[in-house]
Nanobody, 122 residues
Framework: QVQLVESGGGLVQTGGSLRLSCAASGSIFSINAMGWYRQAPGKQRELVARIRSGSIINYADSVKGRFTISRDNAKNTVYLQMSSLKPEDTAVYYC????????????????WGQGTQVTVSS
Protein backbone atom coordinates (compact mmCIF):
# COMPACT_ATOMS: atom_id res chain seq x y z
CA GLN A 1 0.00 0.00 0.00
CA VAL A 2 1.17 3.51 -0.84
CA GLN A 3 0.43 6.65 1.11
CA LEU A 4 1.02 10.30 0.32
CA VAL A 5 1.17 12.54 3.37
CA GLU A 6 1.04 16.30 2.84
CA SER A 7 1.94 19.10 5.19
CA GLY A 8 2.58 22.81 5.19
CA GLY A 9 -0.72 24.42 4.32
CA GLY A 10 -2.20 27.29 6.27
CA LEU A 11 -3.30 30.90 6.30
CA VAL A 12 -1.03 33.61 4.92
CA GLN A 13 -1.39 37.22 3.86
CA THR A 14 -1.08 38.42 0.28
CA GLY A 15 2.56 38.49 -0.71
CA GLY A 16 3.52 35.86 1.83
CA SER A 17 5.11 32.47 1.40
CA LEU A 18 4.35 28.87 2.27
CA ARG A 19 6.11 25.59 1.66
CA LEU A 20 4.18 22.40 1.06
CA SER A 21 5.68 18.95 1.49
CA CYS A 22 4.44 15.56 0.36
CA ALA A 23 6.09 12.32 1.37
CA ALA A 24 5.31 9.04 -0.37
CA SER A 25 5.67 5.83 1.61
CA GLY A 26 5.10 2.13 1.03
CA SER A 27 6.67 -0.50 -1.19
CA ILE A 28 7.73 2.01 -3.81
CA PHE A 29 9.89 0.73 -6.63
CA SER A 30 10.16 3.88 -8.70
CA ILE A 31 8.50 7.27 -9.05
CA ASN A 32 7.76 8.51 -12.54
CA ALA A 33 6.36 11.89 -11.55
CA MET A 34 5.21 13.83 -8.53
CA GLY A 35 3.29 17.05 -8.51
CA TRP A 36 0.78 19.39 -7.01
CA TYR A 37 -2.76 20.15 -8.08
CA ARG A 38 -5.24 22.53 -6.52
CA GLN A 39 -8.97 22.93 -6.38
CA ALA A 40 -10.73 26.13 -5.41
CA PRO A 41 -14.42 26.15 -4.41
CA GLY A 42 -16.64 25.76 -7.44
CA LYS A 43 -13.71 25.13 -9.77
CA GLN A 44 -12.11 22.08 -11.33
CA ARG A 45 -8.91 20.63 -10.02
CA GLU A 46 -5.95 22.03 -11.93
CA LEU A 47 -2.28 21.30 -12.28
CA VAL A 48 0.00 23.64 -10.34
CA ALA A 49 3.40 22.06 -10.88
CA ARG A 50 4.78 18.67 -11.75
CA ILE A 51 8.25 17.16 -11.83
CA ARG A 52 8.99 14.06 -13.88
CA SER A 53 11.92 11.70 -14.22
CA GLY A 54 14.88 13.52 -15.63
CA SER A 55 13.89 16.63 -13.68
CA ILE A 56 11.40 17.73 -16.32
CA ILE A 57 9.23 20.39 -14.71
CA ASN A 58 5.93 21.91 -15.73
CA TYR A 59 4.19 24.88 -14.12
CA ALA A 60 0.80 26.40 -14.59
CA ASP A 61 1.15 29.79 -16.22
CA SER A 62 -0.51 31.41 -13.23
CA VAL A 63 2.28 30.35 -10.86
CA LYS A 64 5.37 30.66 -13.04
CA GLY A 65 7.99 32.81 -11.38
CA ARG A 66 6.29 32.55 -7.97
CA PHE A 67 6.21 28.81 -7.18
CA THR A 68 9.08 26.34 -7.25
CA ILE A 69 8.72 22.58 -7.20
CA SER A 70 11.54 20.34 -6.07
CA ARG A 71 12.02 16.71 -5.17
CA ASP A 72 14.17 14.72 -2.78
CA ASN A 73 14.48 11.30 -4.42
CA ALA A 74 16.07 9.70 -1.37
CA LYS A 75 13.07 10.66 0.74
CA ASN A 76 10.40 10.17 -1.95
CA THR A 77 9.30 13.69 -1.12
CA VAL A 78 8.17 16.58 -3.26
CA TYR A 79 8.07 20.20 -2.15
CA LEU A 80 6.26 23.26 -3.40
CA GLN A 81 7.73 26.58 -2.37
CA MET A 82 5.08 29.23 -2.89
CA SER A 83 6.01 32.90 -2.81
CA SER A 84 4.24 36.16 -3.62
CA LEU A 85 0.98 34.46 -2.82
CA LYS A 86 -2.25 35.98 -4.06
CA PRO A 87 -5.86 35.52 -2.90
CA GLU A 88 -6.54 33.59 -6.11
CA ASP A 89 -4.05 30.95 -4.94
CA THR A 90 -6.52 30.01 -2.21
CA ALA A 91 -7.46 26.37 -2.69
CA VAL A 92 -7.04 22.86 -1.41
CA TYR A 93 -3.69 21.63 -2.68
CA TYR A 94 -3.34 17.94 -3.52
CA CYS A 95 -0.18 15.96 -3.94
CA UNK A 96 -0.09 13.52 -6.84
CA UNK A 97 2.32 10.70 -7.59
CA UNK A 98 2.67 8.43 -10.59
CA UNK A 99 4.69 5.52 -9.32
CA UNK A 100 5.38 1.81 -9.45
CA UNK A 101 5.08 -0.21 -6.26
CA UNK A 102 5.18 -3.79 -5.05
CA UNK A 103 7.63 -6.38 -3.83
CA UNK A 104 7.89 -9.16 -6.42
CA UNK A 105 5.45 -7.80 -8.99
CA UNK A 106 5.28 -4.11 -9.74
CA UNK A 107 2.11 -2.15 -10.33
CA UNK A 108 2.06 1.33 -11.77
CA UNK A 109 -0.64 3.61 -10.48
CA UNK A 110 -1.48 7.22 -9.64
CA UNK A 111 -2.02 8.21 -6.04
CA TRP A 112 -3.43 11.32 -4.40
CA GLY A 113 -2.85 12.87 -1.02
CA GLN A 114 -5.66 13.94 1.27
CA GLY A 115 -5.24 17.62 0.45
CA THR A 116 -4.04 20.59 2.44
CA GLN A 117 -5.79 23.95 2.63
CA VAL A 118 -3.98 27.09 1.55
CA THR A 119 -5.76 30.35 2.27
CA VAL A 120 -4.37 33.72 1.18
CA SER A 121 -6.02 36.71 2.78
CA SER A 122 -6.20 40.08 1.04
Amino acid sequence: QVQLVESGGGLVQTGGSLRLSCAASGSIFSINAMGWYRQAPGKQRELVARIRSGSIINYADSVKGRFTISRDNAKNTVYLQMSSLKPEDTAVYYCNADLSHGTTKYTRAVYWGQGTQVTVSS
